[in-house]
């Protein structure tokens, strides 16, 4: 079965940081845009980050835009989000996803795999 497992999560304090990876398992993401979304409490599921195969394409949601940072190791098959200057605003269960485009989607339903999330808390 084909499943991306993010990892990394947990609890900190505002202002430190996180870094959460995404390998795959089951199969390889070759040509795939991964995404990274989260789910705030309370709130709809948003749009953080993506980045093409290439990584000639990337975007950002302009909340995040100076403190997070995606990227890929195309060998290990893995994307990472880097996230730092954490505000407590930040909380929320984090999805990473794949996207079968060369695009660099920012809607979830353009998104063909996801994994199960972590839940990333920030304190004050």
């Known amino acids: 079965q084909v499943q991306l497992v993010e990892s990394g999560g947990g609890l900190v304090q505002a202002v430190r940081s996180l870094r959460l990876p995404c390998p795959p398992s089951?199969?390889?993401?070759?040509?795939?845009?991964m995404g990274w979304f989260r789910h705030p409490p309370g709130k709809e599921r948003e749009f953080i980050a993506a980045?093409?195969?290439?990584?000639?394409?990337?975007s950002y949601a302009d909340s995040v835009k100076v403190r997070f940072t995606i990227s890929r190791d195309n060998a290990k098959n893995t994307s990472y989000l880097q996230m730092n200057s954490l505000k407590p605003e930040d909380t929320a269960v984090y999805y990473c996803?794949?996207?079968?485009?060369?695009?660099?989607?920012?809607?979830?339903?353009?998104?063909?795999?996801w994994g199960q999330g972590t839940q990333v808390t920030v304190s004050s």
């Open positions: 089951g199969r390889t993401f070759s040509s795939y845009t």
């Open positions: 996803a794949a996207s079968y485009t060369i695009v660099v989607p920012t809607t979830s339903t353009r998104y063909d795999y």
């Open positions: 980045i093409s195969w290439s990584r000639g394409r990337i």
